[in-house]
Structures are given as structure tokens and as C-alpha cells.
């Protein structure tokens, strides 16, 4: 009677030592996909301040209303083409 229990306390262990290893691959996946979701975000950020930086010295020198139309619509034909959306701009 021995050996079974020595057995079952084995298993236990066997089994408890695999749902170990395997939390431990979760986390680290979980964890890389955590790294590249940040890098991600970051490079858009980056993105989105330079458009931003561009559009803002583009208005700056805009010296009269042609300018600044024309300005309009390079920007608007930009936006259309970084954000797909069949209503961007149509009113």
C-alpha cells in the first residue's frame, strides 16, 4: 500500500512540476507579446508627433489662402490614404 501512495505523491508532483513549466511558458509568451504590443504603440506615437511636427510647420508657413487651401487638401489626401474611411473629409 506503500508504493501506491509513494506512487500518487509521485504523479502529484510529476504533474504539479509540468503545470509549473507550462505557467512559466505562458508568462513568457505573454510577456513578449506585452514587449512587441509597447513597441508598437511607440512607433505609432513616434508617427503621429512627426505628422504632427509637419502639419504644424506646413500651417506655419502658409503665407495666404491659396496656401493654406492647397495645404488643405495635400493634407486631406494624406489622411484619406493613412486612414482608409469612405467619410474622411466629405463635408
Do not use: W
Not at 28 to 37: D, G, I, R, S, W
Request: hydrophobic share 45%; net charge positive; proline share 2%.
Amino acid at each position: 500500500m506503500s508504493t501506491t501512495v509513494y506512487t500518487a505523491t509521485e504523479q502529484f508532483a510529476d504533474f504539479s512540476k509540468a503545470n509549473v513549466e507550462q505557467a512559466q511558458k505562458i508568462a513568457a509568451l505573454a510577456l513578449e507579446n506585452a514587449e512587441k504590443f509597447l513597441r508598437l504603440n511607440l512607433n505609432a506615437a513616434k508617427i503621429v508627433l512627426a505628422n504632427g511636427a509637419e502639419g504644424a510647420a506646413a500651417a506655419a508657413s502658409v503665407k495666404d489662402v491659396q496656401d493654406l487651401m492647397a495645404l488643405r487638401a495635400k493634407r486631406r489626401t494624406y489622411m484619406q490614404h493613412v486612414l482608409p474611411c469612405p467619410d474622411y473629409g466629405k463635408k
